[in-house]
């Protein structure tokens, strides 16, 4: 019933794909944003190259979180049960003075299957990602750092380090916040230092802590903040607001000692050390590239946008950059028009704007350092503890599921899903609607209220067969409790087709209509 014409993977493992075998796409960087694109293409059969500058993968911990949304999109790689078994669920945070819990701050988890946020540290991440993509036959070149980007016509082109010259259809810049693709492009990062500088340090805690998985102390220096991470017990991600100091002085690397003098000083009493695993020195910056794509190439991830860690928003955009322009390759690689390719940045960027607008409240709040504004946040944050609806709207707005590209303003009170946004999950007889989603396919929910499957389906083979659309009907074998017909409100019948990373593409009753989107999209019956 819910069948998939083929297997992408299988082709990107035989060397080949639907059309021929060249190179299409270079990605450059082996970090998460890099290792989803070239995931993403190499689901749709596009062959790509994923060079890294780093002589081998780095043990840095760096990014932490992810989040719902980003958890969605990795499940439709097949990656987010392995995921979920590593890494740890974090519910909430406290808010602490000293060893009081002032308030607790519980995410109130959204309508996902994947409700939480899941801490696992980015090698762990990168090494799940990496362990995927050798097993569909793409290898990542290290010691292979990219020093000029170069066009010409419909390619381009790249000097190696080392001297060698590489090109092809497309480029994807996910070489981080120093990115050499954006500076060769000539691409303005515009933003720059917030002045705040940071101890970063993973450590094994003794304490018998009055918090569960993560709290801050908001203190006169700033903030100084504890997140369990998954593995052993005892071990904790800290973070530590030294601007005051590096301003005076230059900072040491972060020991033992210091990490512990810092905990008696800002935090609880009895949390002891016992183990320093990683250290790092952290300068914020925020900065977000004025444009996401020159000519053949494109800037993803990192590359694109940086701002501080608060809410764990970075690395997960980076995983929603590489999917939403991964697919928009794969189709203008399979026949689509080259437009669909500006669509990229048109939809992400002010999503990075957004999240930047968000973090930076959020830095300035916990920076303060004035006494009585101090008092006014903490009484603020107290309140909202206490908030429902507040709680809920935080606990949305950090899972990134309200991330959307529709066009228009939404009417108020109004449930129903729109053009650009996210399509909801909904339980069917058999799994669910996510189920049945895939970056290597678009998906038509073919709503018919009152029918069985083994009716007429002439409205659907109008449409005309693609080998990149799976038709999922839902109607009352498929659907009896109706929950899919409530999410997506169409009790009366109609189509909604699923763009391949889960937004939807158009909503509505005409068959014809659906024809004429999925040909915007993937440039028409391809199988014919």
Same mark, same amino acid.
């Given at each position: 019933?819910? $069948? ?49 500058? $780093? ?81 569909? /036959? ?5 010691? *292979? ?7 010409? +016509? ?15 259809? &497309? ?12 500076? !060769?492009? +000539?691409?303005?990062?515009?933003? %720059? ?30 903030? #100084? ?10 071990? &904790?991600?800290?973070? =530590? ?59 993803? +991830?990192?590359?694109? $946008?940086?701002?501080?860690?608060? %809410?764990?928003?970075?690395?997960? #955009? ?26 990229? @940045?048109? @939809? ?12 930076? !409240? ?22 909202? *503890? ?33 053009? /650009? ?5 909904? *339980?069917?007889?058999?799994?669910? =609607? ?41 109607? $009352? ?26 937004? =939807?593409?158009?909503?509505? +009753?005409?068959?014809? @209509?659906?024809?004429?989107?999925? *040909? ?9």
């Amino acid at each position: 019933m819910y $069948h998939l014409v083929h297997d992408n993977f299988s082709y990107c493992r035989e060397g080949r794909r639907p059309g021929g075998c060249t190179m299409s796409v270079l990605v450059v960087g082996a970090g998460p944003t890099g290792l989803v694109t070239a995931l993403v293409l190499a689901a749709n059969g596009v062959s790509c190259r994923v060079l890294e500058r $780093h002589p081998q993968p780095t043990g840095g911990s760096r990014a932490l979180g992810l989040q719902a949304r980003s958890m969605e999109m990795l499940a439709e790689l097949g990656l987010a049960e392995e995921i979920e078994r590593v890494a740890y669920r974090l519910g909430g945070a406290s808010i602490m003075r000293g060893d009081a819990e002032l308030s607790r701050l519980t995410w109130v988890p959204p309508r996902s299957r994947y409700p939480y946020t899941y801490v696992l540290p980015q090698p762990g991440l990168e090494d799940i990602l990496r362990t995927r993509l050798h097993a569909v /036959g793409v290898e990542i070149e290290y010691g *292979a750092e990219v020093r000029t980007v170069v066009q010409d +016509g419909d390619r381009v082109g790249v000097q190696i380090a080392d001297g060698r010259d590489l090109e092809a259809r &497309w480029l994807v810049g996910a070489d981080g916040a120093r990115s050499n693709v954006r500076e !060769s492009l +000539g691409i303005s990062f515009a933003g %720059g230092a917030t002045g705040e500088t940071y101890y970063l340090g993973d450590i094994v805690l003794e304490s018998a802590m009055s918090f569960r998985d993560s709290a801050m102390w908001l203190g006169p220096a700033g903030p #100084l903040m504890l997140m369990r991470l998954p593995g052993a017990g005892g071990l &904790w991600r800290v973070f =530590v607001d030294m601007s005051d100091r590096a301003r005076c002085e230059e900072l040491p690397e972060p020991s033992l000692v210091e990490l512990q003098e810092l905990l008696d000083e800002r935090g609880a009493s009895g949390m002891r050390i016992t183990q320093v695993q990683w250290t790092s020195i952290f300068r914020t910056r925020v900065c977000l590239a004025d444009e996401y794509r020159r000519g053949s190439a494109f800037l993803a +991830g990192d590359a694109a $946008h940086i701002f501080p860690p608060f %809410g764990g928003q970075g690395m997960n #955009l980076g995983i929603q950059d590489a999917v939403n322009l991964a697919w928009r390759l794969a189709q203008v690689e399979s026949g689509a028009s080259v437009d669909l390719l500006d669509e990229y @940045e048109t @939809e992400r960027r002010p999503v990075a704007a957004s999240t930047i607008r968000d973090v930076e !409240s959020r830095r300035r709040m916990y920076a303060l350092r004035n006494p009585l504004a101090r008092s006014l946040r903490d009484s603020v944050l107290r309140l909202g *503890a206490r908030i429902p609806g507040a709680a809920r709207q935080a606990s949305l707005q950090n899972s990134q599921l309200a991330i959307g590209y529709r066009g228009g303003s939404r009417w108020p009170l109004s449930r129903r899903p729109a053009i /650009g946004d996210r399509a909801p999950d909904a *339980a069917l007889a058999e799994g669910t =609607v996510h189920d049945r989603l895939g970056v290597d396919h678009f998906t038509l929910l073919h709503f018919r209220p009152g029918h069985r499957v083994d009716a007429s389906n002439e409205s659907v083979d109008t449409i005309g067969s693609t080998e990149q659309m799976a038709v999922v009907p839902i109607d $009352h074998e498929t659907d009896p409790a109706g929950e899919a017909c409530d999410r997506y409100t169409m009790r009366k019948g109609g189509f909604v087709l699923i763009r391949p990373d889960g937004h =939807v593409a158009y909503r509505g +009753g005409e068959a014809a @209509e659906v024809r004429r989107a999925l *040909a915007r999209f993937s440039g028409g019956d391809r199988s014919a």
